[in-house]
């Protein structure tokens, strides 16, 4: 027991040995899903300078847990995670959960190195486009559709009329630009250790912890915890920083408001579909 002058214990008061701040990187990324769950840099901005902000943290830890969503969203949250280790000189550990997919893959990459549970799910280096057609549909039901554009390509891909080549053409012009960002990502973070076939790992297909760790995907096995004590001592500890919400939001289980019940339902479906790509 720490001893005390008048009884007063001198013990120190608060527990020692460095503290690791801990953004999570949890849902899909960007405007989509309901409750606020989507990231996008506007959300986190407060969260990522506060990390880096402590001055003190031998690191700065990143928990990832994403099916992916916006490229645009994930290049530029992972870009100002990146300009902020390198003004603060401060290295960027990640860690995986159940996925690290597509735009969670490129969020994971924005740290010096990734570490995974075996069963995590990595990968789906690449880009998709999803939607329906119900030309048909509309047409058993005698439906005229009705578009009027100021332009011959502003209806493009429009669901209720046959697809068209050139439009299918177009849009996938469009996906190599944005996988080239996605692939030139990759290659500048993971570099030499990269060490699978390239076809292969810039095909959008996802491996399991063990293999990713194989293919140079992510540097190792570990869970948060473990290795931020093996790094920096068994009395280090971990600091989660999320994001704040309003006193109605706290009081009554909301992170958004504003949207109709249908939206909710909608951006839930959408958001559902994403992780259940990835059997989740």
């Known amino acids: 027991r720490g001893g005390g002058l008048m009884g007063i214990s001198l013990r120190w008061p ?15 990324i960007g405007s989509v899903g309901w409750r606020g769950s989507g990231m ?15 001055r003190r943290a031998p690191a700065v830890a990143l928990a990832v847990n994403s099916p992916g969503g916006s490229p645009v969203q994930s290049s530029l949250i992972a870009g100002r995670i990146r300009q902020l280790a390198d003004e603060k000189r401060k290295p960027v550990l990640a860690f995986v959960e159940d996925v690290a ?26 880009v998709v486009s999803a939607g329906f057609g119900f030309a048909d549909a509309i047409d058993r039901l005698g439906i005229e559709r009705r578009l009027h554009s100021t332009g011959e390509r502003k209806g493009m891909l429009d669901p209720f009329r046959p697809e068209r080549e050139d439009d299918v053409a177009m849009l996938r012009g469009i996906q190599k630009v944005v996988l080239q960002s996605f692939e ?18 810039f095909d959008g297909r996802i ?10 995907l992510v540097d190792g096995l570990g869970d948060l915890r473990g290795i931020v004590r093996q790094r920096f001592g068994k009395e280090a500890r971990l ?12 009081r009554l289980g909301l992170e958004g408001a504003g949207g109709t019940l249908l939206a909710a339902a909608l951006g839930a479906m959408e958001e559902r579909a994403l992780w259940a790509r990835y059997g989740l």
């Open 239 to 250: 600091r989660p920083l999320g994001r704040p919400r309003s006193w109605l939001q706290r």
């Open 14 to 28: 608060w527990p020692r040995g460095p503290v690791v701040p801990v953004i999570r990187l949890t849902g899909v």
């Open 207 to 216: 491996w399991a912890g063990r293999e990713a760790v194989a293919l140079g």
């Open 101 to 126: 997919a597509s735009g969670g893959y490129w969020l994971a990459c924005a740290a010096d190195e990734i570490y995974v549970d075996a069963a995590s799910i990595v990968g789906s280096i690449g």
């Open 184 to 201: 030139e990502h990759v290659r500048s973070r993971r570099g030499t250790r990269l060490t699978g076939d390239e076809k292969e790992l």
């Open 40 to 54: 996008t840099l506007a959300a986190l901005e407060p969260i990522i300078a506060k990390a880096f902000a402590e």
